[in-house]
């Protein structure tokens, strides 16, 4: 099985950078995704890491590291509009498994 | 190109009727996922299924529950006799290639069904 583990909650001001960070525990890994969900909204795909090392996109990056069963997502030069919940989620683990699990997901509130 | 089509977006069933979900993915998308959230949760895995077939149901209780994914038309998430504990958003995504070759999955905007 999989378990992600991620902060609930974090506050950050417009401008500023924030990280929020994803922990693992997995019987098999193949990567790492993101998503941002607004409130009342669809989850929206962000980035996928499926190698070590940082993946940049925009505003936005995602790191991993396998070795120490980490990730997180980076958001530069916030703004009012990344207030989000934010999920890492995890690709299936094994032959004939197709469930991508989900962490429980990260309040980012943005203050100005 | 339109994207992952959810209907109703909000359905009130009383305990005990049947609630039916509908999902249209996106155009040439032939995988189809549901998940169900609950408030302040994550996404749970319910059911993938490709046209036809269901592929992995391992996240979709037993009982109750039916899935389907017709040759024409939308993707159907089926629930009998439905229960105050089945209150949540319910969520389909879809995505061009099976997992494995993807990670990148389309959500809709999700059905919210609240039992009485």
């Known amino acids: 099985g999989q378990s992600l583990e991620q902060p609930s909650e974090v506050t950050a001001v417009e401008g500023a950078i924030v990280q929020i960070n994803c922990t693992y525990q997995?019987?098999?890994?193949?990567?790492l995704s993101w998503y941002q969900q607004h409130d009342g909204g669809a989850p929206t795909f962000l980035s996928y890491?499926?190698?070590?090392g940082l993946e940049e996109t925009g505003r936005f990056s995602s790191f991993l590291s396998r070795s120490d069963s980490y990730g997180y997502l980076l958001l530069q030069e916030l703004q009012m509009k990344d207030s989000a919940s934010y999920f890492c989620a995890a690709p299936p683990s094994g032959a004939g498994s197709y469930q991508l699990t989900f962490g429980k997901g990260t309040k980012l509130s943005v203050i100005p | 190109n339109a994207g992952v089509m959810q209907n109703p977006r909000h359905l009130v069933r009383r305990r005990g009727q049947e609630a039916r979900l509908r999902c249209s993915p996106m155009k040439g998308h032939s995988h189809v996922y549901w998940y169900r959230q609950l408030p302040e949760e994550g996404l749970k895995f319910m059911v993938y299924?490709?046209?036809?077939?269901?592929?992995?149901e391992s996240g979709m209780p037993k009982e109750r529950f039916s899935a389907e994914f017709p040759k024409e038309g939308p993707s159907i998430l089926r629930i009998q006799q439905v229960v105050r504990g089945d209150s949540a958003a319910y969520f389909c995504?879809?995505?061009?290639?099976?997992?494995?070759?993807?990670?990148?999955?389309?959500f809709g905007p999700g059905t919210r069904l609240t039992v009485t």
């Open positions: 997995t019987s098999g890994f193949y990567g």
């Open positions: 890491n499926g190698l070590d």
């Open positions: 995504a879809s995505s061009p290639r099976p997992p494995g070759t993807t990670y990148e999955q389309y």
């Open positions: 299924l490709q046209k036809e077939n269901i592929i992995d």
